[in-house]
């Protein structure tokens, strides 16, 4: 049995967008002008017997809510199980604010119920179009000098690190006209900074938008974007920003060079990866035509501590949301002292012929993702899958300090420190589980 797959996109930039906060830089920022729309691109892709739903929003992130909400209303209107639907965000930072994030971008909300409704109808769509019998494949391989290790380089470091997993993954479904894409590759799409360029702030897809342009140029289809481990890595322009000093990233088709921060990053790591895209595709192997699922909850331990005696920060500690932080921390302290607290993080797998898509509701740090492979080559990972409950960092960054800043962000208490292993431990009993399925039916279960 071959698969079936049926593609939908539409546009949630908002009309009036220059009355939106963008989301993922901190400080309120309006945008001046549209330089690319962001979408919500979706797939249905079934084998005959099983089928899943797949979005992908140019936005920051969503909260889980908010998928519970499309999700409940895209079964309504389809035969896709809820549990069947993977809801992910390519993480831009330049897009209107839809999660909650103190300090970086209030959420407006008649344009999130409007973008909750446009990720429901392109769903629906997706599921109402005709769907195209084709052929599935797979391909991956590395694509270095993208990315760096923001949190492994040193200020003072001459070069950047590159201890992280730069590894680009492509699917590939095609069959006559059909030419469709998934990508993943796990790096921040912050090529265009805070300030904007020039000072200028605009609406954005970053790099995950201009790749999909690149290929849209070679005649590809729908090109959807899912992120990968971007916790700890930047686009490598970015150290050499800070850096303050201009090093050539890659002489352009026409001759010239890009340096430092303008639109003509854009379309340049577009064409850098969609070039890697390309070649990989020369070597790509055929999956077995079938569709499994399943998902599963893992509890991530918390430090419960009165607020004074967690982590400090020189540089949130004085913002305006510390205050209402540091009340929500002293109510659920009291509710919670002396007490082990977890937080439920659901981790879902989809299973496309020999390949899998784990897909976790977090910032996860490239070294953890690097273990869940280590022990299961067949997986990719997808990061803000359903949700989005902050970062994950690696034992490494936990010590050193990283994390202590982060945790304000997303809610009252940090991850203790054996969150990477919990995490890692919770995945593979979850892909174990996966393996011993014996029929094509979405299966929930509890893991640690």
């Not at 992908?56 to 909400?69: N, P």
């Not at 899912?226 to 026409?254: I, S």
């Not at 002292?337 to 509701?361: N, R």
Request: net charge neutral; hydrophobic share 35%.
């Amino acid at each position: 049995m071959p698969f079936y797959i049926s593609g939908a996109q539409d546009n949630i930039t908002p009309l009036k967008f220059w009355e939106h906060e963008l989301s993922g830089y901190r400080g309120k920022r309006h945008p001046q002008d549209v330089h690319d729309p962001v979408y919500v691109t979706s797939f249905v892709i079934d084998d005959g017997k099983n089928a899943v739903g797949l979005a992908s929003c140019d936005l920051l992130s969503l909260e889980s809510e908010s998928v519970k909400r499309i999700r409940k209303k895209v079964s309504k209107e389809t035969r896709i199980p809820e549990e069947n639907i993977m809801i992910t965000c390519t993480h831009t930072h330049s897009a209107p604010a839809v999660f909650p994030l103190p300090g970086c971008g209030d959420v407006n909300k008649e344009y999130l119920e409007w973008t909750e409704e446009r990720v429901s109808e392109s769903l629906t769509r997706a599921w109402k179009n005709p769907r195209k019998k084709i052929e599935a494949y797979f391909s991956s391989g590395r694509l270095e000098g993208f990315g760096y290790n923001r949190e492994k380089t040193n200020p003072r470091d001459e070069e950047p690190s590159t201890d992280f997993d730069d590894t680009l993954s492509v699917f590939y479904f095609g069959e006559g006209y059909v030419k469709d894409l998934i990508l993943n590759f796990g790096c921040h799409p912050v090529l265009i900074e805070r300030n904007g360029v020039m000072g200028r702030t605009e609406i954005t897809r970053d790099f995950p938008g201009a790749v999909a342009d690149f290929l849209h140029s070679k005649l590809f289809g729908y090109v959807l974007y899912m992120q990968g481990d971007a916790g700890d890595v930047d686009p490598v322009l970015n150290f050499y920003r800070k850096k303050k000093r201009k090093v050539l990233v890659r002489k352009t088709e026409d001759g010239g060079f890009v340096y430092e921060s303008d639109w003509k990053t854009l379309p340049e790591y577009g064409r850098i990866m969609g070039e890697r895209v390309l070649e990989l595709l020369n070597k790509k192997e055929e999956l077995s035509p079938e569709i499994k699922s399943l998902s599963g909850k893992i509890e991530l331990p918390l430090i419960v501590k009165e607020p004074e005696n967690l982590p400090k920060d020189p540089l949130r500690d004085k913002v305006e949301f510390y205050e209402k932080w540091k009340e929500k921390a002293r109510e659920e302290y009291v509710k919670r002292a002396g007490k082990d607290y977890y937080i439920d993080l659901w981790v879902q797998v989809f299973g496309i012929g020999e390949k899998k898509l784990v897909g976790i509701p977090a910032e996860v740090f490239s070294g953890i993702g690097r273990k869940i492979k280590d022990k299961h080559s067949d997986v990719i990972t997808v990061n803000y899958a359903n949700g989005n409950i902050g970062y994950i960092p690696d034992r490494e960054s936990y010590r050193k300090g990283y994390y202590s800043h982060a945790f304000k962000l997303f809610g009252p208490f940090p991850l203790a420190e054996n969150a990477e292993d919990v995490l890692v431990s919770g995945v593979d009993s979850l892909l174990r589980e996966f393996e011993k399925q014996t029929n094509l039916k979405t299966k929930n279960k509890q893991f640690l």
